[in-house]
Structures are given as structure tokens and as C-alpha cells.
């Protein structure tokens, strides 16, 4: 028993913290940027005002995590995010790969209770910062469970709250709302009517019933449904994330209204529901419940930070290479009106780029302070940039880009600003390639320290029998195949059949740019007769300039056929020119107006296990998978394949590197194939492998002649092995014992 007199007054008991690094806010990108300081060394304190890890991709919220891979949209081929996003990913695909959004929260939770260097405060509001001059030196929380305030202190500070509430309390320089078409030059800013912020959305899910299920809406609930000008597309099959454009708020402080915003975000859904539910335009309704409403809302849009480099429509269009790349986005810029779902224009306005985008470090970091990072979607961008870089699998890689730069800025001494300067940022860039971390157009320096390299045996890409199965050309298809430079295009035979005599135009395309997927260059036509079954073989007299992937196009004739194979290839896939209705209108990107972008194709892979490739044979084999791939620091297919695959007849596939003078090593990072193509949305949407079948699940590592690792059950493409001491290594021998299914493949062993 205890027993408390009665007293003048009580305060709430005050805790005092340190760390390296102060971390407010835990959503993705909070997240991944306290891991990965974590993982560096540093003392974290990650400071996040909800219950769960996640923000908009926590079960509080369930919107799918997306990146540069875009649903598949786009032609950004392998590029879903690496490093720490791309682990979050591979790990939620293992353990959920049906999309439970109570499940992402719980692999969040995990990953972050498992690093030791990790203090984890949740339920924890900032409300105070104190600063001395251009640096902050602590801030204040309060947790309103266990009723106890937080005094932190900390020689780095990181703001990935998305409304920027550590920069906005130390009196950083912020912008809200869109630029004018006067100031950057983007044609794609948007005017008045249109409306200068995202809003927020609020999403429901449903579940079907045994019975009937009344429902009766509450009081404020939406009446006249025809306020809703896309009401029309409203269907009873219709969940989740799928409700996007459920959104209002943009015409409102999106950070202060926000309790407002809410309150009409529920009146909208419960009209929504009301009338699915009662208007009797939906009879299978009748059997069907609402299970779950969110009880706040996805915000998209308030406060955006200013760094040294402002990212702009042009950075993102004309995809743009700084000197300080340190991370890449892909999603299309993706504007919604201010009105969302009261307005008479399209729920959103989507233009893409040809390929990836760049991201300088100079957009995260504030220019008014000395150690304030900045991270998420209050970097530095405007509202049009913004657009593109706002989703949640970019900002995942922007936290980790932070985490590791304030590491560096530890060990080194720098500021952001100094360690962001020509001289300095290759140790970042080199450092994020060297622990997994994939950078479009980049390529990590050595990462053997001169070893050479043999392998036990190398795939030879020559001949892909048939399966039996025949696909009709009913839409442009593409075989997206890789050629070295200087190797000559080798004659390819396909069996193709038809019915009646036909034609069919088959063409060699390439991307202007390398590292793009976009074939827009035409190197050569042929044209076929095809008549009944029978093989048909191409020569296109071609000699590759200098690496790069090509497109043997088939057009469109729905009388013609072609033979398939059932083996599955990395780093050769088909595409076919068509839509992908979640990120685009049409098969072709179409610019009705003045945007500053460009008309181009969209040429798209299927998903796993629906993907496919025709049956081949290659006049002489393509040099695809050679053993001496594993030494040019290129983390994944990008201009070639990049990456050692062995003989499927090799039944333990060995790989071993060696020095002429022995090696101190501190760490190894292998780099294995986990589909690197493929999306794996979080929640809702669900998958068909839990782990990829390229991806090797065992294997054993040997420094010289000891056991470094015997590893059981792997599912991630990047594994790093570090040594509590520095190991000497004449020697270094990769054992592959099993894959989940398919060919083996290693991209990099990286030497730290």
C-alpha cells in the first residue's frame, strides 16, 4: 500500500539522456538513419511520438512503402532501394509476405530493439529545443504514458518528424507550399486552381461477412456523396491504400488544422461507406463489415527545410548527377490538387523521368545551423521535387545516407557543410557503396584491394530450350538483354508461329543515356515472315560501344506467337510496352501541355511468377556472367549484368579471392541477388515469394583456411560480417550451398 498526501503541487519526473546522435522522428526514415548510425558506433537516441515505428507505412496509417520502382510502372529497372531500406523490405517480404501491416510494425519494432546503440523513446513529443549559437545543444520530450519528461543531449541532431518539428522549434530557415514558375524555371509548378499543397488521407479496410451487416451511419457522416466528383469510381471491392485519393487538406495549414483535417477526412469516409453500404448500388455490400478505419490521417505535405541545394524539376527530369550524390529516387513527380477529393481535377498529376535521379547531401542538412540533418520529406526540395522524393522507401535511403554521414562527421571532425564539400563527400560515397548501398551511375573503388578472383565455373548464356508454352504478341514485347563494350551482338533464333502468313517488324533499341532503361535509340530493323511454326533468326550486325543494356523489340501482331522457356535468367528480363494503371493512364507517358518533360514509352516487366522470357539461342555465347564481374564495384545490373552466376551443373558453386600480400580486415559485405526489380510494397498488396529464387540462402565463408561463417536461412542480398578484432587473410573463399530456387548470384565482396 502506499498513500500520497495531499501537497501544493507535483511535477512529472524528468530523465536525462546523451548520445552521439539525436533521431526525432520514426518513420522510415528516422528509422533507417538511427539504425545505421547504430550500426557505425554511435550512441542513438531515436525519439518518435507514436506507439509504433513506420509513420505512414505503420498500421496507424497502411499505406504500402514505395519507391523508385514504382508498382513496377516505370522503366527503372532494378532499382528498388538497397542498404538498410532495402534490408526493411527483404525482411518484411520474409516474415510477411502477405502484407499484415501489424506484422511491418512488429519487423520495425524488432530491428530497432536489436541494436545494442539504439535507446528507442516512443509515445515521446518533442516541445522544446535550446541552441547556442548555429548549434543545437539539447531539446525536451514528454512522454504522456509513463508521464515522465526527457531532457536529451546530443553533438548531432537529425529531423525525420516530416513536419520538421526539431528544425522548426531551433528557427531553421523552412518553406511552405509551391514555388512560382519564376523562381526555378519549373513548368510543372503549380498555379492557384490547381493549389500549392498535398493534403493528407485517411484509408478503411473491409471484410466480407457470413450474413447481412447493418450499418447506420454517425451524424457526421458525408450526405450528399455527389460532392465527390470521382464518386463514380467508388467500388465494394475497393481497401486500403487503394483509397489514395480520399485527401483533403491542401488548402489549410497542414500541420496546425491537421485535427480539422481529420475530422472531414472521417466525415468523407463514412459517407463513403454509408453509401456503399446503403445506396443499393452495390448488392454484394450487403454481406460486408468495415474492419478498420485509421484514426489519423497520412499526411503528405507541410514544412520543407532549406539546405545548400534546393532539388527542382529540372534536377529530377533531366536526371541530374552532382558531384555529391549520395542517394536516387524514381517515383514519378506526382502533384495532387490542394482540393483532393473535392476537386474537378484528377486525383493527381504524374510525370516520370527516363531513369533514376540523384540526390546531393547538400539537400540534407539545414543552412542555418551546424549539426542539424535533415531527412525524409523535409529535405531540401521544392513543392514539385518534392512530388518525387516525398514516398516512403526514398526517404527510408535518404535516413540512411544521414546516418552514416553524421558517423563520418564524428570520426572526421566535419560539419554536414564541410563533409559535403568536393574533397570530402567521396568518403560517404565510397562508404554507402561499400556497406550495401546501392548509387545509380556510381561505382565503389576496389572494393577487393586488388585481389584477383576464380570461381569454380560461370554460366554460359547461349541457349534457353523451349517449355512447350507459346505467348501471343498481343502487345509490344522486349528481351532486355546486356552486351559488353566492344562484344558483338551475336545472331538470336526465336520460334515463332502463326496461322496465316504475317509480318512482324522486330527492331534493336538502346537508352541515350547510361544506366537507363528506356529504349528510345534505334540501332536496327529487321522484318520477318512468319508462317505456321518454325525458327526464325536475326542478325543485326552490332558491336556495343561501350556497356550497355539492349531491347530486341517485337511489335505488336496478335496473329504471331512465340515460343517461351521456363528457365528464369538474372539480369534478363522481357518487357512489354503497357500500363501499369496505379502509376499511369496510358502505355506511353503523354504530355498534353507545357510541363518541361518529355513523351516517352513505358516498357514493362510482370510480376513474379508471372514473369517469362522467350526460348533462344544465341549464335555464340554473351559474356554475362563472368567471375571478374565481382571486381568492377558495381553493386547490381546497371549497363551490364555486373554480377557472377555459376554452371547450373556446378553443385557446390566456389568462388575464392586472393592478395600476394596478406590483408588486415575489419569487415565483409556480400552482395547476393534478391531481385532487385522486383517491388515489395509492405502491406496490402501481398507477394508470391518470400524470398526470391535468385537469392543464395546458405553458404560459408573462409579466411584462409578457417570457418569465418556458416550462414543458415538467408533471405537478405547484403550480408556484412564484422570481426570484434582485425583478421590477416592471404585468402578468402565464398561455399554456395543453396539458393532459393534458381541460379545463384554475387555481385560484389566488399573489403573494409
Not at 466525415?267 to 484514426?295: H, L, Q, R
Not at 579466411?703 to 578484432?725: G, K, M, W, Y
Request: charged share 20%.
Amino acid at each position: 500500500m502506499q498513500i500520497f498526501h495531499q501537497s501544493a503541487a507535483r511535477a512529472f519526473p524528468q530523465e536525462q539522456l546523451h548520445a552521439d546522435l539525436l533521431v526525432a522522428g520514426g518513420g522510415l526514415s528516422g528509422l533507417c538513419a538511427a539504425l545505421a548510425a547504430a550500426r557505425e558506433g554511435l550512441q542513438v537516441v531515436l525519439v518518435q511520438d507514436r506507439p509504433v515505428l513506420g509513420g505512414n507505412a505503420s498500421s496507424e496509417v497502411r499505406l504500402w512503402a514505395n519507391g523508385a520502382t514504382s508498382h513496377m510502372g516505370n522503366n527503372n529497372r532494378w532499382a528498388r532501394e538497397g542498404g538498410i531500406m532495402g534490408e526493411i523490405l527483404e525482411e518484411n517480404l520474409y516474415r510477411n509476405k502477405e502484407g499484415n501491416p501489424v506484422m511491418f510494425d512488429l519487423v520495425l519494432l524488432d530491428m530497432a530493439q536489436r541494436e545494442p546503440g539504439l535507446t528507442l523513446l516512443l509515445n515521446t513529443a518533442l516541445f522544446e529545443v535550446s541552441t547556442d549559437g548555429q548549434r543545437i545543444t539539447s531539446v525536451k520530450g514528454f512522454n504522456a504514458i509513463n508521464e515522465t519528461f526527457y531532457l536529451i543531449t546530443a553533438e548531432q541532431f537529425c529531423d525525420a518528424t516530416g513536419d520538421g518539428v526539431l528544425g522548426y522549434l531551433a528557427g531553421a530557415e523552412y518553406r511552405v507550399g509551391a514555388e512560382a514558375i519564376e523562381e526555378l524555371g519549373e513548368k510543372m509548378a503549380p498555379g492557384e486552381h490547381f493549389g500549392h499543397k498535398l493534403g493528407h488521407s485517411i484509408y478503411f479496410y473491409t471484410k466480407r461477412t457470413e450474413g447481412p451487416v447493418r450499418f447506420t451511419p454517425p451524424s457526421f457522416a458525408l450526405r450528399e456523396i455527389t460532392a465527390i466528383p470521382r464518386y463514380t469510381r467508388l467500388t465494394s471491392t475497393l481497401n486500403g491504400c487503394d483509397l489514395w485519393w480520399l485527401e483533403w487538406g491542401g488548402r489549410l495549414d497542414t500541420v496546425h488544422d491537421s485535427e480539422a483535417i481529420k475530422w472531414e477526412l472521417w466525415k468523407i469516409v463514412w459517407g463513403v461507406w454509408d453509401y456503399i453500404k446503403n445506396s443499393g448500388n452495390f448488392p454484394d455490400a450487403e454481406n460486408m463489415t468495415i474492419e478498420w478505419v485509421g484514426a489519423i490521417p497520412g499526411k503528405r505535405e507541410s514544412r520543407r527545410f532549406m539546405g545548400e541545394h534546393l532539388l527542382c524539376q529540372q534536377d529530377i527530369i533531366e536526371q541530374s548527377d552532382h558531384y555529391d550524390a549520395v542517394a536516387y529516387g524514381g517515383w514519378s513527380i506526382d502533384l495532387h490538387p490542394a482540393d483532393g477529393v473535392y476537386s474537378t481535377h484528377d486525383g493527381c498529376r504524374q510525370f516520370h523521368s527516363k531513369g533514376t535521379y540523384t540526390i546531393p547531401l547538400r539537400c540534407l542538412y539545414s543552412r542555418s545551423l551546424d549539426n542539424l540533418f535533415l531527412t525524409g520529406r523535409l529535405i531540401s526540395a521544392s513543392h514539385v521535387a518534392f512530388g518525387s522524393a516525398r514516398v516512403m522507401c526514398t526517404c527510408g535511403l535518404l535516413g540512411e545516407v544521414v546516418g552514416r554521414a553524421a558517423a563520418l562527421c564524428r570520426q572526421h571532425k566535419f560539419t554536414p557543410r564541410e563533409l559535403a564539400q568536393r574533397e570530402n563527400v567521396p568518403l560517404l560515397q565510397q562508404h554507402l557503396q561499400a556497406v550495401g548501398c546501392y548509387l545509380p551511375r556510381h561505382r565503389l573503388n576496389d572494393p577487393t584491394r586488388g585481389a584477383t578472383v576464380c570461381a569454380s565455373s560461370e554460366y554460359s548464356f547461349s541457349d534457353l530450350p523451349a517449355s512447350g508454352e507459346w505467348l501471343g504478341l498481343h502487345a509490344r514485347m522486349a528481351l532486355l538483354a546486356p552486351l559488353k563494350a566492344g562484344e558483338p551482338l551475336p545472331s538470336l533464333t526465336f520460334t515463332l508461329r502463326a496461322t496465316t502468313p504475317q509480318r512482324l517488324r522486330v527492331s534493336l533499341l538502346t537508352s541515350e543515356k547510361p544506366g537507363n532503361y528506356t529504349p528510345e535509340k534505334i540501332l536496327s530493323e529487321r522484318e520477318l515472315s512468319v508462317a505456321q511454326t518454325g525458327d526464325h533468326t536475326l542478325h543485326f550486325d552490332y558491336a556495343a560501344p561501350h556497356d550497355q543494356y539492349l531491347f530486341i523489340v517485337f511489335d505488336r501482331n496478335e496473329e504471331v506467337e512465340i515460343a517461351l522457356t521456363d528457365i528464369d535468367l538474372p539480369g534478363i528480363i522481357t518487357v512489354f510496352n503497357s500500363q501499369n494503371p496505379r502509376v499511369a493512364k496510358h502505355a506511353s507517358q503523354i504530355v498534353d501541355g507545357d510541363f518541361g518533360v518529355e513523351a516517352f514509352d513505358f516498357w514493362l516487366p510482370r510480376r513474379r511468377p508471372h514473369n517469362l522470357l522467350p526460348a533462344l539461342h544465341l549464335g555464340s555465347p554473351l559474356r554475362c556472367y563472368q567471375a571478374e564481374n565481382v571486381l568492377n564495384g558495381r553493386l547490381r545490373p546497371e549497363q551490364h549484368f555486373n554480377g557472377w552466376a555459376p554452371s547450373p551443373e556446378d553443385e557446390q558453386p566456389t568462388m575464392v579471392w586472393r592478395w600476394a600480400q596478406p590483408q588486415l580486415i575489419n569487415a565483409l559485405t556480400l552482395v547476393f541477388d534478391n531481385d532487385f526489380d522486383n517491388a515489395m510494397e509492405t502491406v496490402q498488396m501481398g507477394h508470391h515469394f518470400a524470398v526470391n529464387p535468385h537469392c543464395v540462402t546458405r553458404y560459408r565463408l573462409w579466411i584462409d583456411e578457417t570457418l569465418a561463417a556458416d550462414v543458415t536461412e538467408n533471405h537478405q542480398s547484403v550480408n556484412e560480417h564484422r570481426f570484434s578484432t582485425p583478421r590477416q587473410a592471404s585468402e578468402i573463399k565464398l561455399e554456395i550451398l543453396a539458393t532459393a530456387g534458381a541460379l545463384p548470384v554475387l555481385y560484389s565482396l566488399n573489403v573494409r
